[in-house]
Each structure stands twice: as C-alpha cells, then as structure tokens.
C-alpha cells in the first residue's frame, strides 16, 4: 500500500514537473539577446522641439533613450521602464541600461538601470525600502510596508554576460 503510494506520488510529481516545461514553451518567443544602451533619458517632446519639430501634449509623457548618436529610442513603460517616466531624477543624465529591442520594434525595454555620480562611478539603480529590505523598480509605496522608498545606489560593474560578449566581438 505504501509503495503504491509512493508510486502514485512520483507519477504525480513527473507529471507536474513535465506539464511545467510545456507551459514554459508555450509562454517563452525567442528572447532578444540583451544589450547595452547608452546615452540619456530624455522626454520626446523635448528632444523633437530641439530638433524643430513641434509636438503636442499627447506626446509630453513618452520618454526616450538619447544616444551619443542622436538617435532616440522610446523606452516601454513596463516594470522597469517605467520609472523613467516616474521619476525625473533619472532622466537628463548619462546612463547605461541593459535591455533589448525586439524585432521591428523602435522600443527599448529596459531591464537594469546604470547611472553615475559626480566622480563618473557606475551605480546600479532601483528603489529600496529601509524598513523591509527588498527592491523594487517603480516608485510606489513599499509593497510590504507601504512606507515611502528611496532611490538607491550601487557602485557595480556592467554584467559578465556583456562584457563576454563585447570581448568575443573584438
Ligand atoms: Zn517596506
């Protein structure tokens, strides 16, 4: 009886963990590689005035990286994207995001935020709730707490995974 049991269990647990995988499939298009993006955060209607064209206010919340190029890519309000349009201390500076463009998309989605300070350090970017210890992406009251969060900063290197590539690309 117990062995039967047993049997039954890990049946249960094969069964779990393959009808696991195949959701993961369903769910998973192919993921753009992430790159890095440099430049700065600025809002369209802005950069477009300076550039001669005139705008509406539709456009005033859409924001967009600025690279050295001149180049504007509009960043997605999504879970991380979004604090670009929050939050106007992140915007107006040099950054560095790691994130991707998705074929035939003009949209950056951005996935890690890098700013600097005043010595031109690289700081990892996000929100951070004193109280709880955990981070967040967006401002918002603290998911745990709903205390206010600050705006924190990291002095921290780009990821391996970019730099392997860069280096493999040389
Ligand atoms: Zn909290």
Do not use: H
């Not at 994130?99 to 035939?104: C, I, L």
């Amino acid at each position: 009886m117990c062995y039967r049991s047993l049997l039954i269990g890990i049946t249960c647990l094969c069964l779990g963990s393959s009808g696991l995988a195949n959701s993961d499939q369903k769910e998973t298009k192919p993921t753009p590689k992430k790159e890095l993006f440099r430049g700065r955060v600025v809002i369209v209607k802005d950069a477009l005035e300076k550039r001669g064209i005139t705008a509406f206010e539709e456009m005033k919340e859409q924001v967009a990286l600025e690279t050295p190029e001149g180049k504007l890519l509009p960043i997605v309000a999504d879970w991380r994207g979004r604090a670009f349009y929050q939050d106007k201390r992140l915007r107006n500076r040099k950054v560095e995001l790691v994130g991707y463009q998705r074929k035939g998309l003009p949209y950056l989605q951005v996935l890690m935020v890098f700013t600097f300070d005043d010595d031109n350090q690289r700081m990892y970017t996000d929100y951070w709730c004193d109280i709880c210890s955990i981070p967040m992406y967006e401002i918002k009251p603290c998911d745990c707490c709903q205390q206010d969060i600050r705006l924190r900063f990291q002095p921290q290197d780009l990821p391996d995974y970019l730099t392997r590539d860069q280096n493999a690309k040389k």
